[in-house]
């Protein structure tokens, strides 16, 4: 089966520019998440989609990120303004549901400059 | 809030050796624990998954291991090689929560 797709693979843009990032999921899979992962760190969970819902979002910065997923399958991921911080590694994931094994894509690479 | 963490850091080995890395959790009331593996500017890759009621699981080379009393997992590579170099990291997702609470990760570098 095809595995998670995400796009662009990277980015570099200047502070205060905004960018968006786009995730297509493993196709089946209902719940997709985003994810930011800083250099040395572990993923940090962002976003959590159940179809097209929102089921967890307590850890995305509201006031700069938003995200969406319409008809359930692909997703998008916007920064306005970005800010240095937001520098990372972005990873989109999916699993079937609820306790099933998350398989990831090879993330976007953001900079900013 | 649960804290995942791996010891070490960075893990050198010869070719042909077993060794283990080693993940512990804070809090035991876990719903299952999942090792990855992540190549450099890629996306990680699901290794082994372990739900809470299992004490171990296994593929290929790779075993992991479960203690969730002791919130310790590990993961043991037998007879590892070059291509095994990589970062390995552990998550944890727990009872009733959507998201997988991660390690920081071991990069393990395995010497020809």
């Known amino acids: 089966e095809a595995g998670v797709a995400q796009s662009p693979r990277y980015k570099i843009i200047e502070k205060r520019q905004s960018v968006a990032f786009w995730c297509n999921p493993i196709s089946g899979h209902a719940t997709l998440y985003w994810y930011q992962q800083i250099l040395g760190q572990g993923p940090k969970l962002l976003i959590q989609?159940?179809?097209?819902?929102?089921?967890?979002d307590s850890q995305l910065p509201k006031d700069r990120f938003s995200a969406e997923r319409l008809k359930g399958v692909d997703s998008t991921l916007k920064i306005q303004p970005a800010k240095l911080e937001d520098s990372a590694v972005y990873l989109c994931?999916?699993?079937?549901?609820?306790?099933?094994?998350?398989?990831f894509g090879d993330g976007t690479r953001l900079s900013i400059l | 809030k649960q804290e995942v963490t791996q010891i070490p850091a960075a893990l050198s080995v010869p070719e042909g050796e077993n060794l283990v890395l080693n993940c512990s959790f804070t809090?035991?009331?876990?719903?299952?624990l999942q090792w990855f593996r992540q190549d450099p500017g890629k996306g990680l890759t699901s290794l082994l998954l372990?739900?809470?009621?299992?004490r171990e699981q296994t593929s290929g080379r790779l075993n992991a291991s479960l203690d969730k009393s002791s919130g310790r997992s590990t993961l043991y590579i037998a007879a590892s090689q070059p291509g095994d170099s990589a970062t390995y990291l552990c998550?944890?997702?727990?009872?009733?929560?959507?998201?997988?609470?991660f390690g920081t990760g071991t990069r393990l570098t395995v010497i020809p």
């Open positions: 989609f159940q179809n097209n819902g929102v089921v967890d």
């Open positions: 809090d035991s009331a876990i719903y299952n």
């Open positions: 372990i739900q809470s009621s299992q």
């Open positions: 998550a944890v997702k727990q009872t009733g929560a959507n998201n997988l609470f």
């Open positions: 994931a999916s699993s079937r549901g609820y306790g099933q094994p998350q398989h």
